[in-house]
């Protein structure tokens, strides 16, 4: 993927140019009329989240669909669905650092945003699925009065660290790429407002030789850093699953499906922001058709991967012979719920096939249309993961059945507003595209071609 | 020197002028130098005598930190609080390995950004060649090169003279 004849950005724009257009973003907001509604509709959604959230903590987690057996329904699988989300930010900005690849440069800012974003989406669910939250604390090592202390020999505390260290790792490794943007446009502000506010958050960033190395070093480790870290969480929530005895999760291809099914929605996702901004914004000049093309690409062969699991999964419960493995498989082939099964099969890999053609790939509307279904999904795959394996227990007299109520869907939706308004604030105060690794990039591309 | 001067900040307006010019700089004897760039360019640290950074062995240091906190704290839980669940191992190393990792790697992650401030000596709210004319050009598409004031063989005039030789764009003269 790094060997590229053709440059990836056109090397006509001068470096200078670039910065000034992509500090401008912030700075001489060009697109006020659009943010404002994409920001009212945001606020909705999050509005219906502090509603929801609010009757949730007021009646109970009673209120959602889930019963026993369905213990775990929306709120795991959201959980789920949005972490994997998160995953692709990490792996665009930190294993195609270290790959090499340099096409990342135009995406990584706002896939790193993306990520942190969802992670806190999807932080908030197990919160709000303990029934008592306001007891998060047990799941900290502190000397109690009680005399107890978390089971670390048990998945779901090992879950809360994971998810910390994500966070914070990401939140660094973010915040790291960005100081030396956050000087750029500090030196480009005109107003008092804007150089205090860039002034401050770029901690006196001045581009010292000295500085720039120090940096390069802690950047590049971090990234070494994060790729495993991003495998080992995905793979730490699949243990959710996996290390239970429950049909249909008691796996081991578990981490790796979900890793990879993370991966395949988090490009979807990153595609779809791309094409967005890239329209919103006019950086056909920076995010431009081999971007989509690469992404096409990457999304496919993520998708082709995931394909895999589905059927390992298949022969995984065959190859068993056990019969509760067995009868999870027929019910998820034929089933109540195998709308779900088949919904994700087809909504995650149909599309996708049309990505094999380029001139496919290289168009926004399409790629848009793929990475949306492939969302859906992906969504699809997780709720039939989750209610599939637990509606139909071990034993027939605790066989049960769930249908999401208002509040598990009014929940869900709110999550997607407590995830585009942070979105949207970011991209309205920060630039959004990395300034300084596009001007190396261009820099590169332009000695290449005067010898 | 009777005024104090933090150095001379020479502007270029590409990295290979830029390096020229810091090799010519080295090789004129200047010691006491400093770049400034819109992004990291290869090699410029080497020509300009700069140490390699040591963030590395901060990373490795916090990750040991990091496991060794998650393995001591694990294990004193368990310690201070058995809990026998159907005979299986109080201590299970394979369990508590995951929380492990993401200690290592949180640990390692969060020192070696931090060590990164810390050496640079951010953050700071201001530093004297912020005070030069165009400097802002920085962050932009211009590419400063600084003798420091404290170089034995800086002499205000005869080293602007020399940046100017050097290719400079412009050449001016920043107080501490």
Redesign the interface.
């Known amino acids: 993927m790094t060997d590229r004849s053709a440059d990836i950005l056109p090397a006509d724009q001068s470096i200078g140019e670039v910065s000034e257009q992509l500090t401008g973003i912030p700075l001489h907001f060009p697109a006020w009329r659009r943010w404002v509604a994409a920001m009212i509709f945001a606020c909705l959604l999050l509005v219906l989240l502090m509603v929801s959230i609010t009757a949730l903590f007021t009646r109970g987690v009673g209120i959602w669909g889930i019963n026993i057996p369905v213990n775990w329904a929306f709120a795991i699988h959201n959980y789920v669905w949005w972490l994997g989300i998160g995953h692709a930010g990490t792996l665009i900005s930190a294993f195609l650092l270290l790959t090499g690849s340099e096409w990342r440069n135009s995406l990584n800012r706002f896939a790193e945003t993306m990520t942190l974003f969802a992670v806190i989406c999807a932080g908030i669910y197990p919160v709000l699925h303990l029934g008592r939250p306001w007891y998060l604390y047990w799941m900290f090592p502190y000397p109690a009065t009680m005399g107890v202390w978390p089971q670390f020999r048990s998945p779901l505390e090992w879950d809360i660290w994971a998810v910390l260290t994500y966070l914070m790792v990401s939140l660094a490794f973010w915040y790291t790429g960005l100081i030396p943007d956050l000087a750029a446009a500090r030196d480009r502000a005109k107003s008092r407002g804007w150089q205090l506010f860039f002034g401050i958050t770029a901690l006196g960033w001045r581009g010292s030789a000295a500085h720039w190395s120090r940096w390069s070093q802690a950047f590049r480790l971090t990234a070494g850093l994060a790729v495993p870290l991003v495998v080992s969480v995905h793979s730490e929530v699949s243990l959710l699953f996996a290390a239970g005895q429950i049909p249909g999760w008691h796996s081991t291809i578990f981490p790796p499906y979900f890793v990879l099914g993370a991966a395949f929605s988090g490009f979807a996702v990153v595609s779809i922001i791309a094409i967005a901004l890239r329209s919103w914004f006019a950086l056909e000049n920076l995010v431009t058709d081999e971007h989509l093309d690469l992404l096409g690409k990457v999304l496919l062969a993520t998708g082709l991967m995931t394909a895999y699991g589905y059927i390992f999964e298949v022969f995984d419960a065959l190859y068993s012979g056990g019969a509760h493995e067995m009868q999870t498989l027929v019910d998820r082939l034929a089933g109540a719920y195998a709308w779900t099964y088949w919904g994700a099969i087809v909504f995650n890999f149909i599309p996708l096939q049309a990505l094999w053609w380029q001139s496919v790939r290289r168009s926004g509307w399409a790629l848009l249309l793929i990475s949306i279904s492939v969302a859906v999904g992906m969504w699809l795959e997780r709720y039939m993961i989750l209610v599939t394996s637990l509606y139909r227990d071990f034993l027939v007299s605790s066989w049960g059945a769930f249908t999401p109520t208002f509040w598990d869907w009014s929940t869900y939706f709110g999550t997607i507003g407590l995830f585009l308004v942070p979105f949207l604030i970011a991209i309205r105060v920060i630039p959004l595209i990395s300034i300084f690794e596009t001007e190396e990039l261009l820099q590169e591309e332009q000695e290449e071609k005067h010898g | 020197m009777a005024e104090r001067v933090y150095g001379l900040l020479a502007e270029f307006d590409s ?2 002028t830029l390096i020229t010019a810091a090799r010519d700089a080295r090789d004129a004897g200047y010691r006491r130098l ?8 290869e090699g ?2 080497s020509i ?1 005598g ?1 140490p ?2 040591r ?2 062995r901060v ?1 490795l240091i916090g990750g040991f930190g990091g496991a060794a906190v998650a393995l001591l ?2 294990c004193y ?2 310690y ?2 058995p ?1 026998d ?1 159907g005979g ?1 191992p109080l201590y ?1 190393i394979s ?2 390995a ?2 492990m ?3 290592t ?2 640990f ?3 020192s ?2 931090v ?3 810390w ?2 000596g ?6 004297p ?2 005070a030069a004319r165009r ?7 211009r590419f400063f090169l600084c003798v420091k004031g404290d170089d034995e063989a800086f002499e205000p005039g005869k080293t602007a003279a020399f940046l100017t030789k050097a290719g400079a764009l412009s050449v001016e003269l920043v107080p501490s």
């Open positions: 990295p290979e400093d770049a400034f760039t819109p992004f990291p360019v410029l640290s300009l700069i390699r950074p963030i590395s990373g704290m694990q839980v368990n201070d609080y809990l669940v299986r299970a369990a508590f995951v929380v990792f993401e200690l790697i949180l390692s992650a969060l070696m950004i060590a990164m401030l050496q640079n951010l953050p700071r709210l201001n530093y060649v912020f400097f802002s050009l920085a962050s932009k598409d």
